[in-house]
């Protein structure tokens, strides 16, 4: 199946530093990406929608000058904690559309935030 | 707006044991519905999925019916193994009048399977 990589796969920050995490489709153009948020015990929680070439579409209550993401590339999305604090602490996911008519999506491995 | 209610965990079952995750949603129009497993450490894998009523998705030994009448999307396994420990997402994609369709997460079941 489609590959979508994400790095890193765990940082340490101190608080008040940005910190920015890569979404790669290793071996399919994604036009569309999504950024997740998974607290412990919890759901996954969509904090917005990438789509190369064109702003992202932040989900409401998402902070959208705190997590700046950018999809510059069919192959790249980033997303960008700025500013984080000890509650930015979480784990991020990225997935990626492989398909324009399917509901599908290939999960990266997450990355690990904590902020000190 | 759409919602995905599954059966909260953890769910612990000695192996070859039979399972099953109740699924409920509530969607307007017709809902794609997905199974997804995470396993430790790693992201969140397709498991299986079905997109309109009726349908019985399945995969490693894994079934879910798509049942429309009841709302509901439980998946089910006659013999877990311990590899089968993971978290369990179920899930929605419905159009959301664009082109994205966003997933809708249930909050995971955590299920161990002891030898």
């Known amino acids: 199946g489609a590959v979508v990589s994400q790095h890193p796969s765990w940082v340490i920050c101190k608080s008040g530093t940005s910190v920015k995490i890569e979404c790669r489709s290793l071996?399919?153009?994604?036009?569309?990406m999504f950024w997740y948020r998974q607290f412990p015990k919890q759901s996954l929680m969509l904090m917005a929608t990438?789509?190369?070439?064109?702003?992202?579409?932040?989900e409401q209550g998402v902070e959208k000058d705190k997590f700046l993401i950018n999809h510059a590339s069919l192959t790249l999305s980033t997303l960008t904690v700025t500013s984080a604090h000890p509650e930015d602490s979480s784990f991020y996911i990225c997935?990626?559309?492989?398909?324009?008519?399917?509901?599908?999506?290939?999960f990266g491995e997450g990355s690990r935030l904590t902020v000190l | 707006g759409n919602s995905v209610t599954q059966m909260e965990g953890p769910v612990t079952l000695s192996e070859e044991a039979f399972l099953t995750i109740n699924c409920t949603y509530t969607?307007?129009?017709?809902?794609?519905l997905f199974w997804y497993v995470q396993y430790p450490g790693e992201g969140l894998q397709l498991l299986l999925k079905?997109?309109?009523?009726?349908d019985k998705g399945s995969n490693k030994g894994f079934e879910a019916t798509y049942r429309k009448e009841t709302t509901s999307f439980h998946l089910e396994k006659g013999s877990v193994q311990v590899s089968d420990s993971a978290v369990y997402f179920c899930?929605?994609?419905?159009?959301?009048?664009?082109?994205?369709?966003?997933?809708?997460f249930g909050k995971g079941t955590l299920l161990t399977v002891n030898p």
């Open positions: 071996d399919f153009q994604a036009t569309t």
């Open positions: 899930a929605l994609s419905a159009n959301s009048g664009g082109s994205n369709y966003k997933l809708t």
């Open positions: 969607a307007t129009g017709y809902p794609s």
């Open positions: 990438s789509n190369e070439g064109s702003k992202a579409t932040y």
């Open positions: 079905a997109t309109k009523a009726d």
């Open positions: 997935s990626a559309r492989a398909g324009p008519n399917t509901g599908e999506l290939f």
